[in-house]
Every structure is written in structure tokens, then in C-alpha cells.
């Protein structure tokens, strides 16, 4: 089960969500904070900036990240020891007041959003590898939360070395969190603090991903295939663009069989075959004049004109209203200049021991 190409897709990140799957609000609550204060989430009254509990604050952090709403790196003063945040560009396009869709009105939104979080991309890598494992290297089968836990565990101890492995506990927790996450049908709990908000509060059951099977100790999950009804194509056709990106970075082509079945594909991430694939980004593509769909040699492909990063932004920004060409927008260029450490660039500091007392999130962590 090693995997070589795990480790270049995931950074080793479990358990930073302190259990709190991803809640309405929170998204743009904190890339509105964060905005004008890159240190937000270390701030003593970021509760009530926020709204939220002081570990809902620690989980906004991670959720920002992993979604690559925000990039962390050291403060410009060298005695300021947590990491800081800045806004990404996406996050500016997606989440601003006069963004593409800053409350994810649209379920289109949510299906990019689940699809940069198991994304590794020029940005970044996946920080949320429990996510990245169940959904591109699982078997497409039924499976209890004791066996997606095995998976994982499995995976990670035969792909990354034994100083890097994570308590069991927090894999487990990572599970707990992906079925709060995504499950339509779950069962309150009455001893869990929080579970009956977790059942109302997390947006991303609207994708229809997940359903479970039987009761109590025997409930299994699966994780449901189909044609997705509410994934717009644009939004499809961004995610096979941007997968086919990491392959060439010119125009050219790729197999739908690539597009819905490798570890980091469409297919993975939606639970699309190859059939639901095709089907449903064929209307775009006949009307697109950079997309054609064509077949050699009992095999169909994707193909596109023009190079497939920038074709798959201009697709989804035409979907949301062409928001790069709203008055005031900056390019990418120009907020990296605003926030300069988003050009990568901001120079690694080595982690540094602090006293046991100070908060574990509030510690330095190595940037990739």
C-alpha cells in the first residue's frame, strides 16, 4: 500500500479541527477577520471578533488553511512566535463582500471548496490527509468508521517514517469529523457536547456525499456515486482543468479515465465514474470553443486549446459573473503585493521550545 506520491500530496496535519467540522459563516467570517488582521487568530478577544468558542476559533484557523483561504508564515518581528495569516487570492475571489459568493448561497461553491481541500496544487499541499486518503485511495465501498480509521493508519504508517506518525486518537477524530462533516443521516448524540449543532451547521452535508447504513455499533458509511444534479459544470470543468494542470501546464489533453479514476482526480473527490463525468460537462464543452471531447482509440478525452490553469479560472469566473472584471479587483499580482509572504518567499524561522502552558495551536509550526 506505499504510495510515494502520498507524501509529495499531504502535509501530516490530523486532529487541528478540535473535532468542529466546518460551520455556515465561518469561511468568510474569518477571511473577513483576517483580512485586516493577520494576527486574528492569536488575539485574546478573537472569540468575540469571531463569534464563536475559543477552540471554534483554533478550528476557523485550520479550516481556513486546509480550504487554502489563508497561507501561514513567521511575523515580520523575529520575538513574534506563532504564525501569522494572510489571505490568498482565491479566498479574495471567492469570500469578499464583492466576491463570487462570500455566504455560499450556491452549492457550486461548497463542491470547490471540497475540492481545494483535498487539492495539492502550486499553492499548497492537502492539509487535511485523513480527507485525501478516504476519498482518493479508499476503496469505493462501504465502511465503518473503525475501518476508515484502519485505513488511514495503515496508509500512514507505511508511507511516512515513525517520528511523523500521529497519536490514534487524532486519526480517529479526523473520521468523527469527515462524517459530521458530510453525512446527511447521523445520529444525535445526546452526550456530545455540540453534536446536535453538528448536525445543522455544516454546510457541506448539502453535497449529498455520504449516507450511512444501520444503527449504533453496527452503522457502516458509503460514500454515494452518481451524476451530481447540483454540480454546475463550470465548476466540474474547473476541477478537470486544474487536475490536467498538474500534469502539463500547455494546452494538450487527458483521458476521462484519468479524470475520474486517478488519486487527486475529479472522479475521487466528486465520486463521478467515467460516464457522469463525460455526461456532465458535456453541454459545456459543445459550447465552449477551448473544450472538445474526442475519442481515439476506444478512448475519450478532454481536450483544450489553451493552457488549462487559466482556461479552468476563466470557466469559473465567467460562471460567477466575471468578478476578475468588477471595478477595483486586484490580479493576483497585486495582492500578493498587498500581502507580500503569499509569493512564498517569507523567510523559515526554526521552531523554537516554549513553556508547556502556552496554547499547542499558538507554537511554531514548519512551513512546507
Same mark, same amino acid.
Given at each position: 500500500m506505499?504510495?510515494?506520491?502520498?507524501?509529495?500530496?499531504?502535509?501530516?496535519?490530523?486532529?487541528? @479541527?478540535?473535532?468542529f467540522a466546518?460551520?455556515?459563516?465561518?469561511?468568510?467570517k474569518?477571511?473577513?477577520?483576517?483580512?485586516?488582521?493577520?494576527?486574528?487568530? @492569536?488575539?485574546?478577544? +478573537?472569540?468575540?471578533?469571531?463569534?464563536?468558542?475559543?477552540?471554534?476559533v483554533?478550528s476557523?484557523?485550520?479550516?481556513?488553511?486546509?480550504?487554502k483561504?489563508?497561507k501561514?508564515?513567521?511575523?515580520?518581528d523575529?520575538?513574534y512566535?506563532?504564525?501569522? +495569516?494572510?489571505?490568498t487570492?482565491?479566498?479574495?475571489?471567492l469570500l469578499?463582500e464583492?466576491g463570487?459568493?462570500?455566504y455560499?448561497?450556491?452549492?457550486?461553491?461548497?463542491w470547490?471548496? @471540497?475540492?481545494?481541500?483535498?487539492?495539492?496544487?502550486?499553492?499548497?499541499?492537502?492539509? =487535511?490527509?485523513s480527507?485525501y486518503?478516504?476519498?482518493?485511495?479508499?476503496?469505493?465501498?462501504r465502511?465503518?468508521?473503525? !475501518?476508515m480509521?484502519?485505513? $488511514?493508519?495503515?496508509?500512514?504508517? !507505511?508511507?511516512?517514517?515513525?517520528?511523523?506518525?500521529?497519536?490514534?486518537?487524532s486519526?480517529?477524530r479526523?473520521?468523527?469529523c469527515? $462524517?459530521?462533516?458530510? +453525512?446527511?443521516?447521523?445520529?444525535?448524540n445526546?452526550l456530545?457536547?455540540g453534536s446536535?449543532?453538528?448536525?445543522?451547521?455544516?454546510?457541506?452535508?448539502?453535497?449529498?456525499?455520504?449516507?450511512?447504513?444501520?444503527k449504533?455499533? !453496527?452503522r457502516?458509511?458509503?460514500?454515494?456515486?452518481g451524476?451530481r444534479?447540483?454540480?454546475? +459544470?463550470?465548476v466540474?470543468?474547473?476541477?478537470?482543468? /486544474?487536475? =490536467?494542470a498538474r500534469?502539463?501546464a500547455?494546452a494538450?489533453?487527458?483521458?476521462?479515465?484519468?479524470?475520474?479514476q486517478?488519486?487527486?482526480?475529479p472522479g475521487? =473527490?466528486?465520486?463521478m465514474?467515467e460516464?457522469?463525468l463525460?455526461?456532465a $460537462?458535456e453541454?459545456?464543452?459543445?459550447? @465552449?470553443?477551448?473544450?472538445? *471531447?474526442?475519442?481515439?482509440l476506444?478512448?475519450?478525452?478532454?481536450?483544450?486549446?489553451k493552457?488549462?490553469l487559466?482556461?479552468?479560472?476563466? *470557466?469559473?469566473?465567467?460562471?460567477?459573473?466575471?468578478?476578475r472584471e468588477?471595478?477595483?479587483?486586484?490580479?493576483?499580482?497585486?495582492?500578493?503585493?498587498?500581502?507580500?509572504?503569499?509569493d512564498?518567499n517569507?523567510?523559515?524561522?526554526t521552531?523554537?521550545?516554549?513553556?508547556?502552558?502556552?496554547?499547542?495551536? /499558538?507554537? $511554531?509550526?514548519?512551513? =512546507?
Amino acid at each position: 500500500m506505499s504510495d510515494s506520491r502520498l507524501s509529495e500530496a499531504v502535509e501530516l496535519s490530523f486532529g487541528r @479541527h478540535e473535532t468542529f467540522a466546518p460551520r455556515f459563516g465561518w469561511l468568510h467570517k474569518a477571511y473577513m477577520q483576517v483580512k485586516h488582521d493577520s494576527e486574528i487568530f @492569536h488575539r485574546e478577544d +478573537a472569540p468575540v471578533l469571531l463569534g464563536v468558542g475559543k477552540n471554534m476559533v483554533y478550528s476557523m484557523r485550520h479550516w481556513s488553511k486546509a480550504f487554502k483561504l489563508t497561507k501561514e508564515h513567521p511575523h515580520e518581528d523575529p520575538s513574534y512566535r506563532a504564525l501569522i +495569516a494572510s489571505p490568498t487570492w482565491r479566498a479574495r475571489w471567492l469570500l469578499d463582500e464583492e466576491g463570487a459568493d462570500p455566504y455560499l448561497e450556491d452549492t457550486g461553491s461548497l463542491w470547490l471548496l @471540497h475540492w481545494w481541500l483535498l487539492s495539492n496544487d502550486t499553492e499548497a499541499k492537502c492539509w =487535511a490527509p485523513s480527507w485525501y486518503m478516504i476519498f482518493n485511495l479508499a476503496p469505493r465501498s462501504r465502511v465503518t468508521s473503525a !475501518e476508515m480509521t484502519s485505513f $488511514i493508519t495503515r496508509y500512514v504508517h !507505511e508511507n511516512f517514517e515513525e517520528k511523523d506518525w500521529p497519536a490514534g486518537e487524532s486519526i480517529s477524530r479526523d473520521v468523527e469529523c469527515m $462524517i459530521k462533516m458530510y +453525512a446527511l443521516d447521523q445520529e444525535f448524540n445526546p452526550l456530545s457536547p455540540g453534536s446536535f449543532e453538528d448536525l445543522l451547521m455544516s454546510p457541506f452535508r448539502e453535497l449529498g456525499l455520504l449516507e450511512g447504513q444501520g444503527k449504533g455499533k !453496527e452503522r457502516a458509511w458509503r460514500f454515494t456515486n452518481g451524476s451530481r444534479s447540483n454540480l454546475p +459544470a463550470p465548476v466540474l470543468a474547473y476541477a478537470c482543468l /486544474d487536475f =490536467a494542470a498538474r500534469s502539463s501546464a500547455n494546452a494538450g489533453s487527458i483521458s476521462l479515465a484519468r479524470l475520474a479514476q486517478d488519486p487527486g482526480s475529479p472522479g475521487r =473527490a466528486f465520486r463521478m465514474r467515467e460516464p457522469d463525468l463525460a455526461k456532465a $460537462i458535456e453541454s459545456l464543452v459543445s459550447d @465552449h470553443p477551448d473544450l472538445q *471531447i474526442v475519442s481515439a482509440l476506444g478512448q475519450s478525452s478532454l481536450a483544450f486549446s489553451k493552457a488549462p490553469l487559466p482556461l479552468a479560472w476563466d *470557466i469559473l469566473d465567467a460562471h460567477y459573473g466575471r468578478v476578475r472584471e468588477r471595478e477595483g479587483f486586484p490580479t493576483p499580482q497585486e495582492w500578493t503585493k498587498k500581502y507580500p509572504a503569499l509569493d512564498g518567499n517569507a523567510p523559515k524561522r526554526t521552531r523554537k521550545k516554549m513553556p508547556q502552558q502556552v496554547e499547542a495551536l /499558538d507554537l $511554531i509550526e514548519e512551513i =512546507a
